[in-house]
C-alpha cells in the first residue's frame, strides 16, 4: 500500500477506488468501466470488453459478467476485507448501497488520491508538456481562421481539428469560445454569433495526450478595441504575471491567488474576478492543488498548476489569460510558450 494511505488511514486495508483517474495512476489502465480493489493484493475488475486492454493493468485482473460492484464485493470477501475506503464523491449510489448490504464498514476518503497524484513525476511532467506543445501550436494556426463573420462554432470546430491533426489522442475538456458580450461568461458555449470587429474573443481550450491534459487560455482583439477594453486586458495580464511571480515550493495557494486578485482589486474591477486563481492539472483537467481564496493546500515540487485572472463585465466584454506552470526548487517552469501580449487580428 502508499505509505501516505496507510499513514493516514492506519486501519484500512482496501479501498474500493471508482475514479478513472486514480485507477489510471494506480494501475496505468484508463477506462470509465471499471473499479479497482486497491489493497496488498490489487484487482481491477472489468468485463470483456476490456480483456485485452486490461492486460496492461499493473495488477491482477478480473474478467466480470454482471455488475463490478458484484466482482469487488466476492473479492474484498476472499481477501478477508472488512473495513473499506471509498470515493464517495465518485460512488455510485447503487454500488455504495451494494456494499452496505454486504456489511462492510465504508470510510470516506474524500481526495486522497488526488492528493498523492498532485506531485507529478519527470515522466508525468514531461507527458503534460507533449500535450501542452500540440495546444500552443494550434493556437497559432488557429489565429488566421479568426475573423469577422466567423462563428464561434466554427472557430471551435476548426481548433479541435488542428488539435487532433497535431497528435492530440482526446480533448482535455469542452473547447470554449466566447466573443463580444459572451465573453462575460467564464464557461460559455460556443454559439452561433458571428465575430464582430472590435470584439474580444476568449478561447480555454487543451489537448489530451497519453492520457494526461494541457490546460491555456487566450484572449485576441478582432481589429481596434476601446481603451477600457486594453485597460481590462492589461489588468489581467499584470494580475497573472504577479501571481506566477509568487509561485514556489511552500507558497500558500491562497497567497498566491490573493496577490493576484489585488491587482485586479486595485484597478477597481474586483467584483468581476468572480472565480479562483487556478487549479492542478494532470490526468484530470481539475486536480489539487488548488489556488482559491479558501485553498489550505501549499505548494510542493512536481505539482502543475493554472495561473488564470479573469475580468467578467456582463453586456461587455470579458478576458481571461491561463498558462501552465510546474513548480521547481526554485520557483517555477512555464509550459506555455504562447505570448501573453494582447494580439490584435
Request: charged share 25%.
Amino acid at each position: 500500500m502508499i505509505k501516505e494511505l496507510t499513514d493516514k488511514f492506519p486501519n484500512l486495508l482496501g479501498y474500493v477506488i471508482s475514479n478513472p483517474a486514480d485507477i489510471f495512476y494506480l494501475t496505468g489502465f484508463y477506462s470509465p468501466d471499471c473499479l479497482l480493489l486497491y489493497s496488498d493484493d490489487p484487482v481491477l475488475v472489468t468485463d470483456s470488453r476490456y480483456t485485452v486492454a486490461a492486460k496492461q493493468a499493473s495488477c491482477r485482473q478480473e474478467i466480470v459478467n454482471d455488475g463490478y460492484i458484484s466482482g469487488i464485493i466476492d473479492i474484498a470477501k476472499k481477501q478477508g476485507l472488512s473495513v473499506l475506503g471509498i470515493q464517495e464523491d465518485n460512488l455510485i449510489a447503487s454500488d455504495y448501497l451494494a456494499l452496505e448490504k454486504e456489511g462492510f464498514t465504508l470510510e470516506k476518503t474524500f481526495g486522497i488520491f488526488t492528493v498523492l497524484r498532485s506531485s507529478k513525476t519527470e515522466s508525468e511532467v514531461d507527458k503534460i508538456k507533449n500535450a501542452q506543445k500540440i495546444t500552443d501550436k494550434a493556437f497559432l494556426e488557429i489565429l488566421p481562421f479568426i475573423k469577422e463573420g466567423v462563428t464561434e462554432k466554427e472557430i471551435r470546430a476548426k481548433l479541435e481539428y488542428i488539435m487532433f491533426s497535431l497528435g492530440a489522442d482526446g480533448l482535455a475538456f469542452e473547447t470554449i469560445v466566447a466573443s463580444g458580450k459572451n465573453g462575460a461568461k467564464p464557461h460559455a458555449v460556443p454559439s452561433d454569433r458571428k465575430i464582430q470587429k472590435g470584439d474580444f474573443v476568449t478561447i480555454d481550450f487543451g489537448a489530451r495526450l497519453d492520457n494526461y491534459d494541457s490546460d491555456m487560455t487566450r484572449t485576441v482583439a478582432v481589429g481596434e478595441i476601446s481603451q477600457e477594453m486594453e485597460t481590462i486586458y492589461n489588468t489581467v495580464l499584470l494580475a497573472h504575471e504577479k501571481g506566477r511571480d509568487a509561485l514556489k515550493p511552500g507558497a500558500n495557494c491562497k497567497d498566491v491567488d490573493s496577490i493576484a486578485r489585488k491587482v485586479i482589486e486595485e484597478s477597481g474591477y474586483g467584483e468581476y474576478f468572480t472565480h479562483s486563481l487556478g487549479h492542478g492539472v494532470g490526468i484530470e483537467i481539475h486536480e489539487s492543488p488548488r489556488l482559491s481564496a479558501t485553498s489550505q493546500d501549499v505548494l510542493k515540487v512536481g505539482d502543475i498548476v493554472t495561473i488564470e485572472p479573469g475580468i467578467y463585465i456582463e453586456d461587455f466584454c470579458g478576458v481571461r489569460i491561463e498558462n501552465m506552470y510546474v513548480i521547481t526548487r526554485d520557483g517555477y517552469e512555464n509550459l506555455t510558450v504562447s505570448d501573453k501580449k494582447l494580439i490584435k487580428l
